[in-house]
C-alpha cells in the first residue's frame, strides 16, 4: 500500500511516499482503512529525530477510518465500524491503512466529519489533558501560549466551558480568532508579560505553553510554578520549575471530545484539508509554525 513518511532523519528532503506492506493488527490493535489524518507538529519532531525513530518509517499519529480488522482482545470494535484514535508508536497513519490503538480510539458519531474526528487525539485531547491538569476553579484565569495554534484553540474553548477566564498570546493575524472563542487576546513578543498583566489585573492562576523558548521564558514568572505547564518545551518548563502534560490516551477521553464536537461546543478548527497526495505540503505547513488552526490529510476515495 501507498504511505508517506521518511526515508531517515533529517529535513523535508528526506520525505518520501514509500510502498509498504499492510500492517497486521497485534493485540488491542485495530486496522482501519484512513479517511482523515491529522498533522501536528510531532510529525516533524520525528522526521528530525527527536523520539529515536530513525526510519524508513510512515508518518502520522492519529485518524478517522473505517475498520478492516481487529486484533486479540478486542471487544468494543467490530469490522465495518467508523472510528477515530491514535495510531501506535505515534507512527503509521498516513497510509491507506492503519493500525489504531483500540484503548485510544472511539467510535465516531455520524454527525462528526472524519476530518475533524481525525484532528482530536493529538490536539484536543492534549487540551483536555492539561485543564486536568492544572484543575483550575471555576473564575479562575488561564493564560494560553500560543492560543491560536491546534492545541491552542481546543484549549480556549475547553476552558471557557469550565468557567475560566482565559487570556491567550497569540500573532498580529490570530488576534481576532482568540477574541472570538472567548479569550482576551494579548499579542506575543517583547512586552508579553506587562501585556498580559494588562488584560489580567488579578494575576494569572496557570499558565498552559505551547510554544517553549523565550516565548516560554518569557510568561513563566507570571504564575506559581506549580501551575506552569508545557507540552512544547519539557526540559525548559521542567528547568522553570514547571512540568509536562501526563496524557489520559484513552476512549473516555476521545468520546468526551466527539460528544463536544456533536454537540457544537468544540471545533477543533480544521481550516486546511490536503488530499494524500499532498501530505508533504501539509506537513510543510505545519512546520512553518504559524498554520491557523488544524490541517489534515484526506485519504484518495475516502
Ligand atoms: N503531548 C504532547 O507532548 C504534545 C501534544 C500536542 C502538541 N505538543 C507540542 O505543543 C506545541 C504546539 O502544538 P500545536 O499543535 O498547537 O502547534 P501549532 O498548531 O503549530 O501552533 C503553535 C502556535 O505557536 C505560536 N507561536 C509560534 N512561534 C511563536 C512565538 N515565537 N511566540 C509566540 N507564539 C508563537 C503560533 O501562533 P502564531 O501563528 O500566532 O504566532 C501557533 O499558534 C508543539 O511544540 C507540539 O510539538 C505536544
Same mark, same amino acid.
Given at each position: ?55 524508513? #518509517? ?20 467490530? @469490522? ?66 500560543? #492560543? ?49 498583566? #494588562?488584560?489580567?489585573?488579578?494575576? @494569572? ?32 518548563? #521542567? ?64
Amino acid at each position: 500500500m501507498r504511505a508517506y513518511g521518511f526515508l531517515g532523519v533529517g529535513g523535508p528532503d528526506q520525505e518520501a511516499f514509500l510502498d509498504v506492506p499492510v500492517p497486521e493488527p497485534g493485540p488491542g490493535e485495530l486496522l482501519v482503512r484512513v479517511r482523515a489524518a491529522g498533522v501536528n507538529p510531532g510529525d516533524w519532531r520525528m522526521r528530525r529525530g527527536e523520539y529515536g525513530i530513525a526510519g524508513p #518509517a510512515v508518518l502520522g499519529r492519529e485518524v478517522a477510518g473505517t475498520v478492516v480488522a481487529t486484533g486479540e482482545g478486542v471487544t468494543d470494535v467490530a @469490522v465495518g465500524d467508523e472510528v477515530f484514535g491514535g495510531c501506535p508508536g505515534m507512527v503509521g497513519g498516513w497510509a491507506e491503512q492503519a493500525l489504531v490503538t483500540a484503548s485510544f480510539a472511539a467510535h465516531r458519531p455520524s454527525s462528526v466529519r472524519p476530518e475533524d474526528a481525525a484532528a482530536l487525539p493529538v490536539a484536543a485531547g492534549t487540551a483536555y489533558d492539561a485543564l486536568n491538569a492544572l484543575a483550575l476553579p471555576v473564575g479562575a484565569t488561564l493564560l494560553v501560549n500560543g #492560543a491560536g495554534g491546534g492545541v491552542g484553540i481546543p484549549t480556549v474553548q475547553l476552558a471557557r466551558a469550565r468557567g475560566l477566564r482565559v487570556v491567550g498570546t497569540a500573532g498580529a493575524g490570530k488576534q481576532d480568532l482568540v477574541a472570538g472563542l472567548g479569550a482576551v487576546p494579548v499579542t506575543g513578543g517583547d512586552g508579553v508579560a506587562d501585556r498580559v498583566r #494588562a488584560a489580567a489585573p488579578d494575576g @494569572v492562576d496557570g499558565v498552559f505553553d505551547l510554544v517553549g523558548g523565550d516565548a516560554l521564558r518569557a510568561v513563566a514568572p507570571l504564575t506559581a510554578s506549580g501551575r506552569l505547564v508545557s507540552v512544547a518545551d519539557k526540559p525548559l518548563v #521542567a528547568h522553570l520549575g514547571g512540568r509536562d502534560v501526563p496524557r489520559d490516551r484513552s476512549t473516555a477521553v476521545l468520546d468526551a471530545l466527539a460528544a463536544l464536537v456533536a454537540a457544537g461546543e468544540l471545533d477543533p478548527w480544521v481550516r486546511t484539508v490536503e488530499p494524500f497526495e499532498r501530505s508533504g505540503e501539509a506537513l510543510a505547513r505545519v512546520e512553518e509554525g504559524h498554520v491557523l488552526g488544524k490541517v489534515v490529510i484526506t485519504m484518495d476515495g475516502a
